[in-house]
């Protein structure tokens, strides 16, 4: 493209988005011709003209920040360990992660589209900005006749999420078919034959429970281990339980929650899974740490303090404050990587960029 100069008084070049016309350049301009990213000048200017370069090469390297902001708004799902970790989660506004590997959603604050398709939700508390999404939700799989979700809930809330169903079918008028499992910490629940779920402890300022998908496998029992193949086939075929079950914890999900889930014991599954999903809901010192225990979350000055207990593969940072930008809170990512061996990577999705 090309940027004229003009040797009227100085004015700092203006960025002109693509969809907006540049408008006709005045008269005795200097042309400027940039073929790449990389400024390239194929006119020689000598004079007052030559401070003009240094304000060029400014905006662009503002298009080149913005270009790059885009293309992280723009960018859908993360792919970590084998799994697909998709949707959205502002804090106060709605929150929806979605496994599609699993078919299920953690939490629906407001039923994004690509939820619908997922046969399992798993409800960590009754806010509106988790669950206020589950009539939307139960009414479209209707629409589109999928079959009844199987919807998790702490056993606190379970009858009043029933009267808040009741309440949809009376006004609408319509049908909201729906499983609904209250699944206490510590319980299981087999989601399909190689999964099952239990909630373990969280602490915010309502009842709140986070979710451990663990996939299930067979191990040979040590006394086994010795015998040749034929010899294991035989005690199988005659009856004898030859393996262990073993549960290993693929997906962690927590909610909303103060850090101290991570002080529990019978957390350490959440803490060992390969994906840990937890909220981050402020990241710097804008606000304090017993700011964010008192309204029942987390700071990342928490997480990075007890960084020495996560033990995953991999950590998805959810829930920041609308406050914060893109910028921002891959800023605040880089500072908890270089606390732990695990991958750190925020959901990012619904941001906006400080460039836009």
């Given at each position: ?28 301009q200097v042309p400027i011709q940039i073929q790449s990213t990389h400024a390239t000048v194929t006119s020689a200017i000598k ?257 990075m303090e007890n960084s020495q207990w996560i033990r995953n593969k991999a950590v998805v940072l959810t829930h920041f404050s ?35």
């Open positions: 493209m090309q940027i004229s100069l003009s040797n009227s008084p100085f004015k700092t070049p203006q960025l002109f988005p693509f969809h907006h016309p540049i408008s006709k350049p005045l008269t005795n004079g007052p003209t030559s401070g003009y370069l240094s304000e060029i090469s400014k905006a662009i390297d503002h298009e080149e920040q913005y270009r790059l902001a885009r293309s992280q708004v723009n960018r859908k799902g993360l792919e970590l360990e084998g799994y697909s970790i998709e949707g959205i989660s502002i804090g106060g506004q709605e929150t929806c992660v979605i496994v599609p590997e699993f078919k299920c959603a953690f939490d629906i604050g407001r039923c994004p589209v690509r939820a619908i398709h997922q046969n399992f939700v798993f409800i960590t508390h009754a806010h509106l900005d988790h669950i206020g999404g589950l009539p939307m939700y139960i009414a479209s799989r209707g629409l589109y006749n999928l079959k009844p979700a199987t919807v998790f809930v702490p056993p606190c809330i379970k009858e009043d999420v029933e009267k808040l169903l009741d309440i949809h079918r009376t006004l609408g008028q319509v049908e909201l078919n729906v499983e609904l499992v209250a699944l206490d910490v510590g319980e299981t629940f087999e989601i399909r034959n190689n999964l099952v779920v239990r909630p373990f402890k969280t602490h915010h300022v309502i009842p709140s429970q986070g979710y451990v998908v663990y996939s299930i496998r067979k191990k040979l029992k040590k006394q086994y281990i010795h015998l040749k193949g034929k010899q294991i086939e035989k005690l199988k075929k005659s009856g004898v339980e030859i393996t262990d079950t073993i549960l290993a914890p693929e997906v962690a999900f927590t909610g909303d929650t103060t850090p101290d889930f991570m002080l529990d014991p019978h957390n350490a599954d959440a803490l060992r899974a390969k994906v840990l999903i937890t909220e981050a809901t402020f990241l710097d010192e804008s606000y304090t740490v017993d700011h964010a225990r008192q309204h029942g979350h987390t700071h990342l000055f928490d997480i609308s406050r914060y930008s893109i910028e921002d809170i891959r800023q605040a990512a880089s500072k908890l990587q270089s606390k732990v061996s695990a991958k750190v990577v925020p959901l990012t999705e619904g941001f906006k960029s400080a460039y836009q």
